[in-house]
C-alpha cells in the first residue's frame, strides 16, 4: 500500500527553501513522500555548496527541477524581474509537469509566494494547501489590502495616502503605515510591482484548501483568533535537527562547521552573533562602520559575511589592520549552520536583519536581538522583537542613515545588561517548546491537517473501478479509521461522513462521537436508496437490484415519479459491479 505523496513548491530564495525543506522532513516522519521543485538554478547552487553529487533522491526526498525563465546571469535579487518570469514562464513548465503527473500525488503545498501555482493544481485535481513562511501578521496585512484602498488608507498602487498607525482589528497589533511589506523596496518601480504580486496572491489564496504558517499560537495569538483559517504550525526544526545533518539541502552557500568548535571554546553568553540573511546588501561606509563596532565592543563575535554581501561596485573592504586586531576574539565565515549556531550556549546576542527564519530560529532558543532590517517584511518583524515581544533593541541611523560604531557598541552593552529582555526572551523560547511538544498546538495542528488513511488500493490500480474501490473501503479502510479515531477521538466533537461512507458512523459511534451524515447528491436519490426495503417488499426490483420489469413508480404522492431504468446502482454497465454498489447502497441504508 503506497504512502501519500505531496508535492512541494518553494519561493526561490534561501528564506523560503529553508522552511519547506523542514515541513517536508516533518512530513517524512509522519509517512509521506516528498517531491521537492527547485529551480534549476538554485537546484544547482544547492549541490555545488554540499558535498554532495546532484542526485534525484536524497534523504527520502524526490527533487526535481523547473526553469526560472531567467538566464544564468541575470539578477535574481531583482524582485519585480524574477516575479513576472515566475508567473509568465515558470508557470508553464510547472503545468506541463502536473499534466502529465498530477496522479501521483496526494496534496500540492505551495509558498503563497507561488500562490499562482494553487490554481494550476486544483485545477487537475489536487488537494492545495498554502504555506506561508512569513509572519501570520504579514498576511493579515495583505488579506487587508482591498479594505485599507477601499479606506483610502493607501492608493490603487499601495502607496500610503499619509503617515499613520492603522489597526486591522482591535485585537491585533497596530500597524504603521511606513512598514507596510510592499514599501520597502527602495524603488518605485520594483513597490508596484510587489504591491501587484501581493494583490495576486490575496486573489490566488483563495484556491487553497486550508493556510499553514510557520508560526506558534503564543507568538501572534491575536492575529490567530482573528483569522483562525491560518492555522500555525511551527516551530518547523524538530524534524530537522532530529536528523543531525540533514545534508545541507537547502543552502545556497557552503556552510563553516568549524565555527561551532570555536563556539565550544567560549564561555556561555559570550560571543555576540551577527548574520544578515541572502539578500541584505552593504555600502563600503556602513560595513566598515559595523566592523569597528564590533571591534569596539570587546567581545567575542561570529560574524557572517556572504561573498555577495558588499556592493560590489563599491569594492568593499575590512577597515585597514581590522583582521589583526580582532583574531583572538572574532570570527568572520561565509555562511554558518545557523539553527546550530543560535542553539549553542555560547551566544548572548543576535545582531539580526530580521526576517522571519532568523527572528524564529533567534526566539525559539531564547536569544535577544539588536535589530538592523533591511527591506520588506522585516520591518514589521523588527517591530514585533522590539514593541510586542520586546526581546531586543534596535538600532538608531545618524542623521546620515549611517548606524556608527559607537551606537553598535552602546547598544550591545545594553541589550545585555537588560535583564528584563534576557527573561522575556527565555519566556518566549518555553512558549515555543510547548507548541512543539506531543499536546501542542502546533503539534496538534500539523498532525491534524495531514492526516491520511490507505484506501486498500496500490497506486497503479483504477481507482474509477466502483466495486474494486468499495469493497477496499469496507473492508481495509475501516481498520485504519478505527486506529485512527481511538487514539484522536479526544480532539473532535463531531464525526461528519459521506453518506457513501455510511460503514464509517458505526465506529464513530464506539469511541462516543456525535455523528452527522452528509448526503453530496440529490435528496431524491437518498429518498430512492431509503425505499430499498420497500421496493423489494412490493416486488418493484429483485434482491440483487435489477428491476423487475421496466415501470414507473411513484415513492410518495407529491414526489416525482421515477422511472426503474433509471435507478443509480443500474448503470454501471456490468452486473457484477452493479450488485457490488447495490448491497453497498443497502449497507449505507
Not at 77 to 103: I, P, Q, Y
Not at 145 to 161: C, F, S, T, W, Y
Not at 293 to 309: A, H, S
Not at 330 to 350: D, E, N, T, Y
Amino acid at each position: 500500500m503506497s504512502s501519500p505523496h505531496a508535492l512541494i513548491l518553494p519561493y526561490p530564495a534561501q528564506g523560503h527553501v529553508i522552511p519547506l525543506m523542514e515541513l517536508s522532513y516533518c512530513l517524512i516522519e509522519r509517512g509521506f513522500r516528498i517531491t521537492f521543485i527547485n529551480t534549476e538554478f538554485n537546484h544547482k547552487r544547492i549541490f555545488a555548496s554540499s558535498v554532495l553529487d546532484q542526485a534525484k533522491f536524497i534523504d527520502g526526498i524526490h527533487f526535481l527541477t523547473i526553469p526560472d525563465g531567467l538566464k544564468p546571469e541575470e539578477d535574481r535579487h531583482n524582485f519585480g524581474r524574477l516575479t513576472t518570469s515566475l508567473t509568465t514562464v515558470m508557470s508553464k513548465f510547472f503545468e506541463k509537469f502536473l499534466r502529465n503527473n498530477a496522479v501521483e500525488f496526494t496534496c500540492f503545498i505551495a509558498d503563497i509566494f507561488m500562490a499562482w501555482a494553487l490554481k494550476i493544481a486544483k485545477n487537475m485535481g489536487l488537494r492545495t494547501i498554502a504555506f506561508c513562511p512569513a509572519a501570520a501578521g504579514l498576511l493579515a496585512a495583505v488579506f487587508s489590502i482591498p479594505k485599507l484602498i477601499q479606506d483610502r488608507v493607501i492608493d490603487e498602487n499601495g502607496a500610503p495616502m499619509k503617515k499613520e498607525v492603522i489597526q486591522l482589528n482591535p485585537e491585533m497589533t497596530p500597524l504603521d503605515t511606513s512598514i507596510l511589506p510592499w514599501c520597502l523596496f527602495h524603488d518605485t518601480y520594483t513597490e508596484k510591482i510587489v504591491f501587484n504580486y501581493f494583490i495576486d496572491i490575496n486573489r490566488a489564496t483563495s484556491d487553497a484548501e486550508m493556510i499553514i504558517c510557520n508560526s506558534f499560537e503564543m507568538l501572534e495569538k491575536p492575529v490567530f483568533k482573528e483569522m483562525p483559517y491560518i492555522l500555525p504550525i511551527g516551530q518547523l526544526h524538530n524534524s530537522f535537527e532530529s536528523r543531525g545533518d540533514p545534508n545541507n539541502l537547502c543552502h545556497f552557500w557552503s556552510e563553516d562547521k568549524q565555527c561551532i568548535s570555536w563556539l565550544n571554546k567560549h564561555p556561555a553568553n559570550s560571543v555576540i552573533y551577527v548574520a544578515f540573511g541572502s539578500i541584505t546588501i552593504f555600502n563600503n561606509k556602513q560595513f566598515q562602520e559595523l566592523a569597528l563596532g564590533l571591534e569596539l565592543i570587546g567581545r567575542p563575535f561570529l560574524w557572517v559575511v556572504r561573498p555577495d554581501m558588499t556592493n560590489k561596485s563599491i569594492n568593499c573592504k575590512y577597515p585597514s589592520g581590522f583582521k589583526e586586531r580582532v583574531a583572538n576574539r572574532g570570527r568572520m565565515v561565509g555562511w554558518s549552520p545557523q539553527q546550530k549556531v543560535l542553539k549553542h550556549p555560547a551566544i548572548a546576542c543576535f545582531i539580526s536583519h530580521c526576517g522571519w527564519n532568523s527572528t524564529i530560529e533567534a526566539v525559539r532558543n531564547g536569544v535577544p536581538f539588536l535589530c538592523w532590517p533591511y527591506f520588506g517584511d522585516q520591518m514589521f518583524n523588527q517591530r514585533y522583537i522590539t514593541n510586542i515581544w520586546k526581546v531586543g533593541l534596535s538600532f538608531v541611523p545618524d542623521e546620515n542613515g549611517l548606524i556608527s560604531k559607537d551606537e553598535v557598541g552602546s547598544k550591545v552593552q545594553d541589550l545585555l545588561e537588560d535583564r528584563d529582555i534576557l527573561a522575556r526572551s527565555q519566556a518566549l523560547k518555553n512558549f515555543s517548546d510547548v507548541s512543539v511538544m506531543k499536546g501542542g498546538s502546533s503539534f496538534k495542528n500539523l498532525n491534524n491537517i495531514f492526516v491520511t488513511i490507505p484506501d486498500g488500493l496500490e497506486p497503479e490500480e483504477d481507482h474509477h473501478n466502483f466495486g474494486r474501490l468499495t469493497t477496499s473501503l469496507t473492508t481495509v479502510m475501516p481498520i485504519f479509521l478505527e486506529e485512527l479515531m481511538r487514539n484522536k477521538a479526544v480532539e473532535f466533537t463531531y464525526f461528519i461522513a459521506d453518506i457513501f461512507m455510511g460503514w464509517a458512523f458505526n465506529i464513530a459511534k464506539k469511541v462516543g462521537l456525535r455523528t452527522a451524515a452528509f448526503c453530496p447528491a440529490a435528496a431524491g436519490l437518498l429518498a430512492t436508496v431509503f425505499s430499498i426495503p420497500k421496493l423489494i417488499q412490493d416486488k418493484v426490483f429483485h434482491e440483487n437490484g435489477t428491476p423487475m420489469k421496466k415501470k414507473v413508480i411513484q415513492l410518495n404522492p407529491e414526489m416525482t415519479p421515477l422511472d426503474t431504468s433509471i435507478l443509480p446502482w443500474c448503470h454501471f454497465h456490468d452486473a457484477y459491479t452493479e450488485k457490488i454498489v447495490f448491497n453497498y447502497f443497502i449497507d449505507n441504508n
